[in-house]
């Protein structure tokens, strides 16, 4: 048998394994880095995204809810001891705390609709309930703080000095009417997953001294814009808190560097503020962005201060497990329409 003998080209190349390996593992070190870098860039955007969108929280809701509350007041009847000072019975008082009971007062009016921040007012043959006025941890207002199981409510009134205003929840207004709103925390269930957020219902009414002082104004047609659901005016909000600015001085307006200021919670029993005026207010919100954000940081080692809340946590037992970026805005306003006599 013939033997052939092949060629060898002795110039021949090739890589080896070890040269093989190398190259992988440069390939990945270059992609773990390329994944790094959008990794880290990804974490950044979701921040800064949380960031604004909490910023929007305080820039526009913010700003739309201190409006509606310098609104406090005007409008509230004044008379020649008290002028406009502002207390639980200031008839359509700027801050509501008291209503018509139903039975005739035992000075000052014959009618059993009046003497009350709602004077005047009725649902029918009935008073107006309760769940309307403004409450410490109502049980109107929700709470996602440990420990606390509701945040406050607030109502405010108001009389409306132009055409073209609106209330909170977005209705017409037309000049001279009253508007009562009712500012709580509820779940929007507009938005999936459900959150919280500060919500407004509002009441719009015409007054009239002459019934408010005998028959009443019967505004049952429409009590249920105040008492409902409202709309959802500053979302993603954990806390609501608002404490109340009072003093016993009465020249506040002429010498304010004697006042002699006491911010306190809202009285359970509105009748302690007799003697007292309330000249300012101050509200405190705990809101989180929409986006959750990625973070080391437990939401259980968390603390925020509201007001005078200190060192509060939110509740363990809500689903809390996105890890939102969290802050606290805080505003003080002056009651200007409730600065003393005209």
């Known amino acids: 048998m013939k033997k052939t003998n092949y060629p060898i080209d002795i110039n021949q190349k090739g890589v080896t394994l070890i040269e093989l390996m190398v190259a992988l593992v440069l390939g990945l070190v270059v992609s773990a880095a390329a994944l790094q870098i959008f990794y880290t860039s990804s974490v950044n955007n979701n921040r800064q995204k949380a960031g604004s969108q909490i910023q ?26 008290s002028g406009f000072y502002l207390n639980h019975l200031t008839p359509q008082g700027g801050v509501v705390l008291t209503r018509p009971t139903g039975t005739v007062p035992s000075t000052g009016s014959t009618s059993p609709w009046s003497k009350s921040n709602l004077n005047g007012l009725r649902s029918g043959s009935k008073p107006l309930p309760t769940s309307v006025l403004s409450t410490n941890e109502s049980v109107n207002s929700e709470s996602n703080i440990e420990g606390i199981v509701n945040s406050d409510q607030l109502t405010i009134q108001y009389q409306a000095y132009q055409d073209d205003m609106f209330s909170c ?77 009072t003093t016993a001085q009465d020249d506040f307006a002429t010498d304010p560097n004697s006042l002699a200021l006491v911010y306190r919670p809202i009285p359970s029993d509105p009748t302690i ?23 080391q940081q437990e939401n259980s080692s968390l603390r925020f201060n509201i007001l005078d809340k200190r060192d509060q946590q939110l509740n363990t037992t809500a689903p809390n497990d996105s890890k939102y970026l969290r802050n606290v805005y805080e505003t003080t306003i002056l009651i200007r329409n409730a600065r003393g006599k005209p």
């Open 169 to 245: 929840d977005g209705e017409e207004i037309d000049t001279d009417d009253y508007v009562t709103e009712r500012y709580f925390v509820r779940t929007d269930t507009s938005v999936t997953p459900n959150k919280n957020g500060l919500a407004c219902a509002s009441l719009i009414y015409t007054y009239d001294e002459a019934l408010a002082n005998t028959t009443g104004i019967d505004v049952s047609a429409d009590i249920a814009d105040l008492t409902g659901n409202g709309m959802i005016v500053i979302p993603n909000v954990d806390y609501f808190r608002v404490l109340l600015g």
């Open 273 to 295: 503020l007799a003697g007292q005026r309330i000249v300012s207010l101050q509200v405190g919100l705990l809101v989180h962005s929409d986006t959750a954000t990625v973070t």
């Open 56 to 81: 929007d929280n305080a820039v526009f809701g913010m700003e739309s809810f201190s409006r509606h509350l310098r609104r406090a007041n005007y409008g509230a009847n004044s008379n020649a001891t």
